[in-house]
């Protein structure tokens, strides 16, 4: 029995490849636009979201030295942030109370 073969001359050449390692499939990636947003008061930062998770855990706790703990920022950090923000609107945002034990601390609201 004779076998036929494949007309060589028709068929496309054979490509060589090398062996490669099988891919593995990455997970498609979510791309979502962000967008950051701060005040500036004369060309200086005066206000971001930093300071606004700061006042909202000033009003939660009732307490700076609670909201700091909150944040994960020092006292001293989140006091001197404070006065920052109060210096450049020129008004307090914290209405903040010399005390001790139970002292209440709370944003003051917008004047707007």
Known sequence: MISERPDVSRTAPLR????TKPRLRTPKK???PRVKIWLEVDGEHAFCAGMYRILEAVEETGSIKEAAEVVGLSYRHVWARLKKVNAALGTPVVDAHVGGHGTVNSPKPAAC
């Open 16 to 19: 060589r490849t090398k062996a």
């Open 30 to 32: 979510t791309i979502r």
